[in-house]
T-cell receptor
């Protein structure tokens, strides 16, 4: 069975500071990993995905994530936070013919 | 259409009432998914269609939940005799290819917000 653990339900950073949102996964087969962002009252928007190509994946809005098999991690980073980055972020895993499994989410707050 | 469209966006139902939630996937997308997102939680899988075939309904929480996609495009999620615990956002998503290609991007709609009072 697959699962995702997002460490920290709420992360707060200052504008311009590094953003680091943590995600660890569990999967018995090579996984595909995704980060989605959800703004208030909106659906989920794909930020980036790992599909067994390069381990460092670049996404939209300046975000990137690195797949580390030895650590079963897929942490999301952004060098400099903007106010517009404040949202809920979800890590998700999928492998084989299984449905996309989401973590519980991390709310990012950006302080001016 | 340009994106996944869901209606109604907001629904208030009295306990015991039946509701129907509609999803229009992106045109030409083979796969369609329904997810349930409770307040403060991540989305939880409900069911999956490939064209008109419902291939996985393991996430439906009870027999009060029923989904269909009769012509392989529009889908409806029906909840009978709604209960307060059914209050959640119901997200529909679609992807171009069938479910065996795990790396496919799955596109989500804005959700239908159901409140049962």
């Amino acid at each position: 069975a697959q699962s995702v653990t997002q460490l920290g339900s709420h992360v707060s950073v200052s504008e311009g500071a590094l953003v680091l949102l943590r995600c660890n996964y569990s999967s018995s087969v090579p996984p595909y990993l995704f980060w989605y962002v959800q703004y208030p009252n909106q659906g989920l928007q794909l930020l980036l995905k790992y599909t067994s190509a390069a381990t460092l994946v670049k996404g939209i809005n300046g975000f990137e994530a690195e797949f580390k098999k030895s650590e079963t991690s897929f942490h999301l980073t952004k060098p400099s936070a903007h106010m517009s980055d404040a949202a809920e972020y979800f890590c998700a895993v999928r492998s084989g013919n299984t449905p996309l499994v989401f973590g519980k989410g991390t709310r990012l707050s950006v302080i001016a | 259409g340009a994106g996944v469209s869901q209606s109604p966006r907001y629904k208030v139902a009295k306990r015991g009432q039946d509701v129907a939630l509609r999803c229009d996937p992106i045109s030409g997308h083979v796969s369609l998914f329904w997810y349930q997102q409770a307040l403060g939680q991540g989305p939880e899988f409900l069911t999956y269609f490939q064209n008109e075939a419902q291939l996985d309904k393991s996430g439906l929480p009870s027999d009060r939940f029923f989904a269909e996609r009769p012509e392989g495009s529009v889908s409806t999620l029906k909840i009978q005799r709604t209960q307060q615990e059914d209050s959640a956002v119901y997200l529909c998503a679609s992807s171009f290819r069938g479910g065996t290609v795990s790396g496919n991007t799955i596109y989500f709609g804005e959700g239908s917000w159901l409140t049962v009072v």
